[in-house]
């Protein structure tokens, strides 16, 4: 596909369950970017990564939340023993490297319901 | 610590008005500040502005920022239904890459 694409588009979990939310980026793009977007918020920074270096996990929530890029490519943000906070629209973005933050390519998002 | 603030964060206005969306910042460091129109899941982008007084323009939606007041406006003209969606304004601080989100206007075009 040409664009970003996540799954699963839609999670619900139990309280206290680990989920994983997948990430594939547009092909060749460097710099790969999760934001969390509670309900009538904006999105909001989680972490970065630049190939498979995460240079920035200052917006994790806590440490129950974890992000890997392995291979520089896909990149899977994992969340252990859900919270009913958690519940939030989980959002990946790609963008090539050096050309600006506004061609950020943003995927369809994750919506992810703890119960 | 960085912010951004949107106003109003809801609209309700009739089809043919004009609205003029609100965008404020307060960052260390500025690089560009962005518009998005979200109306599902994925933001798509609208416009990137680096320059005061300079009009960035697309059809109906203009937008211009004032660096010096730390502010931007998104204005629609001829509202249409389906300019019904959330407007989010984001700033890029310029380190790194990584945007900052405001909370969004919604705005909503009554037909």
């Known amino acids: 596909g040409a664009g970003v694409s996540q799954s699963p588009r839609y999670k619900v979990a139990k309280r206290g369950q680990d989920v994983a939310l997948r990430c594939d980026p547009i092909?060749?793009?460097?710099?790969l970017f999760w934001y969390q977007q509670a309900l009538g918020q904006g999105p909001e920074f989680l972490t970065y990564f630049q190939n498979e270096a995460q240079l920035d996990k200052s917006g994790l929530p806590s440490d129950r939340f974890f992000a890997e890029r392995p291979e520089g490519s896909v990149s899977t943000l994992k969340i252990q023993r859900t919270q009913q906070e958690d519940s939030a629209v989980y959002l990946c973005?790609?963008?090539?490297?050096?050309?600006?933050?506004?061609?950020?390519?943003f995927g369809p998002g994750t919506r992810l319901t703890v119960t | 610590e960085d912010k951004v603030v949107q106003s109003p964060l809801s609209l309700v206005v009739h089809e043919g008005d004009t609205v003029t969306l609100n965008c404020s910042y307060e960052?260390?460091?500025?690089?560009?500040l962005l518009w998005y129109k979200q109306e599902k899941k994925a933001p798509t982008f609208l416009f990137m502005l680096?320059?005061?007084?300079i009009e960035k323009k697309s059809g109906r939606l203009s937008s211009i920022l004032d660096k010096k007041e730390l502010f931007s406006i998104l204005n629609i003209t001829a509202t249409q239904t389906g300019d019904s969606a959330i407007y989010l304004c984001?700033?890029?601080?310029?380190?790194?890459?990584?945007?900052?989100f405001g909370k969004g206007t919604r705005l909503h075009i009554l037909p």
């Open positions: 984001a700033v890029e601080p310029g380190r790194d890459d990584k945007i900052i």
């Open positions: 973005a790609s963008s090539s490297l050096g050309e600006g933050a506004y061609e950020q390519y």
């Open positions: 960052v260390t460091n500025f690089r560009s």
């Open positions: 092909s060749g793009h460097v710099s």
């Open positions: 680096t320059s005061s007084g």
